[in-house]
């Protein structure tokens, strides 16, 4: 099971909007809506910022939204703001032995 | 409020056994609606999955280690614990235990984590 394919890196001024894509199978992200999305800061442990493709946890800004078409997940980020500077994976349930993937990560730099 | 914390040396040789245990506090182990994972994350790299157990003592491995890991849980201690057997430098990482829904699969709480360097 190969991880799921995100860009490398991303970047946006403040207060613009940016996307980030997650690609992966029919046996993962196209498969389920068992997608989540987690914000990685330096030196800090993941957080979880959107999970079962497109819901919040309580305390996530409504900035942060996701969204899903066929065997693409996207985690879009609105009215970017300096503390959004950081590292994104996604995950997914996969139907596979590995049973859980992430995603390569992007760096999301805010310029 | 949930939270884990791991613990375990930060530095193991090679061929030997990494021990890690996760205790968890606000939350229960025992619960049903959750399972309790390990996720490592190389320095500079993105984060692997390595494996679950649910309270019951039922585990499910990532294929590519699990020859050589074994996690196992003590409810009496609300504790859960991993070994990985054979340790080489591509071994090393910040190791974190963290909650996985179980229904909806994701992961909502998350330890600190803990460097895990392997080298003799």
Request: proline share 4%.
């Amino acid at each position: 099971q190969s991880a799921l394919t995100q860009p490398a890196s991303v970047s946006g001024s403040p207060g613009q909007s940016i996307t980030i894509s997650c690609t992966g199978t029919s046996s993962d992200v196209g498969g389920y809506n068992y997608v989540s999305w987690y914000q990685q800061h330096p030196g800090k442990a993941p957080k979880l910022m959107i999970y079962e493709v497109s819901n919040r946890p309580s305390g996530v800004s409504n900035r942060f939204s996701g969204s899903k078409s066929g065997n693409t997940a996207s985690l879009t980020i609105s009215g970017l703001q300096a503390e959004d500077e950081a590292d994104y994976y996604c995950s997914s349930y996969t139907s596979s032995s590995t049973l859980e993937v992430f995603g390569t990560g992007t760096k999301v730099t805010v310029l | 409020q949930v939270q884990l914390q791991e613990s375990g040396p930060g530095l193991v040789k090679p061929s030997e056994t990494l021990s890690l245990t996760c205790t968890v506090s606000g939350g229960s182990v025992s619960s049903g609606s959750y399972y309790w994972s390990w996720i490592r994350q190389p320095p500079g790299k993105g984060l692997e999955w390595i494996g679950y157990i649910y309270y019951s003592g039922s585990t499910n491995y990532n294929p590519s280690l699990k020859s050589r890991v074994t996690i196992s849980v003590d409810t009496s201690k609300n504790q859960f614990s991993l070994k990985l057997s054979s340790v080489t430098a591509a071994d090393t990482a910040v190791y974190y235990c963290a909650r996985e829904a179980r229904y909806l699969r994701y992961f909502d709480y998350w330890g600190q984590g803990t460097l895990v360097t392997v080298s003799s």
